[in-house]
């Protein structure tokens, strides 16, 4: 059975970067016709859809966010990675990778989620 | 981009249906057939229910459907209970590849 599991620092200061990464279980990150990517949820906010790639490396970003982020999968090693650049306060969310299914709105497994904390 | 429109808040007695909305635009909800619902509970991680508007993955029990008409796609949930209390989001592509989330409803089972 699929599943990921999101790693990284839990406090992160302001203005520096936001690195976080995901680790595939149970299937091979180049399989079929899916996305690996990340969405994210501020404290007693909704969710929001952040980033994902495909294996082979076409890569897809909110346009709100999209000149401060970056994607990156590692075949060899079941891993994608997200970098979120500069961050502020408003960056202070839960974390979240997911599987997309191409060509339906198919987003499943979710990791568990990862607190990530913008503080000095 | 902007973020699709749902009520804050719902509620329903066991047993009860309820119907959650999810407002967007002919760009996004009313322009493609792929929006998803998730369930979340306190402390957890969204989990599908519903995707494509009206499939349901192997596993979400059939008390729970989806449709969609113009702009406004919907969740119901058929006889409620107690342990449907939960946030109950939708998402729908958007374009270019983008997607994008509705607020949120938080479901009470009375």
């Given at each position: ?26 299937d ?20 929001e ?18 000149s401060?982020?970056?994607i ?8 994608f ?6 961050v502020?306060?408003?960056d ?10 191409g ?14 904390t913008?503080s000095s | ?12 007695s ?9 407002t967007?635009?002919s ?43 113009g ?13 449907d ?8 592509y958007a ?16």
């Amino acid at each position: 059975q699929l599943q990921v599991q999101e790693s990284g620092p839990g406090l992160v200061k302001p203005s520096e970067t936001l690195s976080l990464t995901c680790t595939v279980s149970g299937d091979a990150v180049n399989s079929g016709d899916y996305y690996w990517g990340w969405i994210r949820q501020s404290p007693g906010k909704g969710l929001e859809w952040i980033a994902y790639m495909s294996y082979s490396g076409r890569t897809y970003y909110s346009p709100s966010l999209n000149s401060r982020v970056t994607i990156s999968v590692e075949t060899s090693k079941k891993q994608f990675s997200l970098k979120l650049w500069s961050v502020t306060a408003a960056d202070t969310a839960v974390y979240y990778c997911v599987r997309h299914r191409g060509s339906s709105s198919w987003f499943d497994p979710w990791g568990q989620g990862t607190l990530v904390t913008i503080s000095s | 981009q902007s973020a699709l429109t749902q009520p804050a808040s719902v509620s329903g007695s066991p047993g009860q249906s309820i119907t959650i909305s999810c407002t967007g635009t002919s760009s996004d909800v009313g322009g493609h057939n792929y929006v998803s619902w998730f369930q979340q509970h306190p402390g957890k991680a969204p989990k599908l229910l519903i995707y494509d508007v009206s499939s349901r993955p192997s596993g979400v029990s059939i008390r729970f459907s989806g449709s969609k008409s113009g702009n406004t796609a919907s969740l119901t949930i058929s006889g409620l209970q107690a342990e449907d209390e939960a946030d109950y989001h939708c998402m729908s592509y958007a374009s270019s590849f983008t997607w994008l989330f509705g607020g949120g409803t938080k479901l009470t089972v009375l």
